[in-house]
């Protein structure tokens, strides 16, 4: 056998939008309905959501039998110890691509990275599992470093003031604002759209673009998509309400968006019976080259979810809001 591209760390770097999904049901049936949607990932989370290895295990392979749709797995944390025995055990199941909460320093960042590398490039155990097939792919342990992608999140004052550094730490593959941390770092708790937290999010876009990396938004109320624009943004996700299709939103030529979404939906959007396919296009994103085509892929949005969210029907407006 041989060892598996990951497609999204591929799309990444090749600045191509990418459209998620935020599955938090704990459910690996759940969890197989939205594989099944046409999104291009899924966020599986250990963080928030009642997840352990074993359901993480089956909700893994629920995803597999989808291979467009990539999983990516955000851990429950992935600081000091716990953090790096956390990391070894998840992508011993398999995970090529993880989210990791709470990254403040370059040297957290770097420790994150590390964590994820076979020596000499870093500290994973040598045990592959279920990642490597069971010693099935021979070269896993040579091959594996390349393809797996690390995500940080950036939720705090001192975040912030990092960027730069946490960016530019090798391994690093994209930066992800939670904006519901950050108020609170902020001194504004719960209080998401207040202007300070605002102007921060929007900084904060601007810098990561700069620096080149991938960056990224949970998205729960109206009004963060702008500093996504404006900062020829990537990743975010979809809130709250369920209005009719509207025009094409333009994606910046070379930026990639993550649609991300989070929760409790997947119910809602069996009911609904939309999926990616069949809704209109906001946040629409070609597959090659910048810009949007007429008849391109449209983006999901549900009643009461967080872009980031679960989902059930067609959006227009720009959306955004809370995030973790």
Not at 131 to 148: P, V
Not at 150 to 175: F, H, K, P, T, Y
Not at 258 to 285: I, M, S, T
Not at 294 to 319: I, K, M, Y
């Amino acid at each position: 056998m041989n060892q598996a591209v990951n497609r999204f760390k591929k799309a990444l770097l090749e600045k191509r939008p990418q459209i998620g999904l935020w599955v938090h049901l704990a459910s690996s049936y759940s969890t197989e309905i939205c594989a099944g949607a046409g999104f291009d990932w899924l966020l599986l989370d250990s963080e928030h959501a009642p997840n352990d290895l074993r359901s993480m295990l089956t909700q893994l392979q629920a995803v597999a039998g989808y291979p467009d749709t990539h999983p990516v797995v955000r851990v429950p944390c992935g600081h000091g110890h716990m953090g790096t025995t956390l990391i070894k055990q998840y992508l011993d199941l398999g995970v090529q691509t993880i989210l990791v909460p709470m990254v403040d320093t370059p040297e957290q960042a770097q420790a994150v990275v590390e964590a994820t590398r076979y020596p000499p490039h870093g500290i994973r155990g040598m045990g592959g599992a279920r990642a490597s097939r069971w010693g099935r792919i021979a070269r896993y342990a040579q091959e594996a470093n390349d393809e797996i992608c690390v995500l940080v999140q950036i939720e705090s004052r001192l975040a912030l003031d990092n960027i730069e550094a946490i960016a530019a730490v090798e391994g690093v593959d994209g930066l992800f604002i939670g904006p519901a941390d950050l108020s609170a770092s902020l001194g504004h708790v719960g209080e998401l759209n207040h202007p300070a937290v605002r102007a921060a999010i929007d900084d904060a876009f601007a810098r990561i673009v700069k620096t080149g990396k991938a960056a990224g938004f949970f998205d729960r109320r109206r009004g963060f998509v702008a500093p996504l624009d404006r900062a020829r943004g990537d990743i975010h996700g979809g809130g709250p309400g369920c209005e009719p299709a509207g025009p094409p939103h333009q994606c910046p030529g070379g930026a990639f968006q993550v649609d991300l979404r989070r929760a409790g939906h997947e119910n809602r959007h069996r009911r609904g019976g939309c999926d990616r396919r069949l809704v209109g296009r906001r946040f629409v994103a070609p597959r090659t080259g910048p810009g949007v085509a007429a008849g391109t892929r449209g983006h999901l949005a549900g009643p009461a979810l967080a872009r980031f969210d679960f989902v059930g029907c067609p959006r227009t407006s720009p959306v955004a809001g809370a995030g973790e």
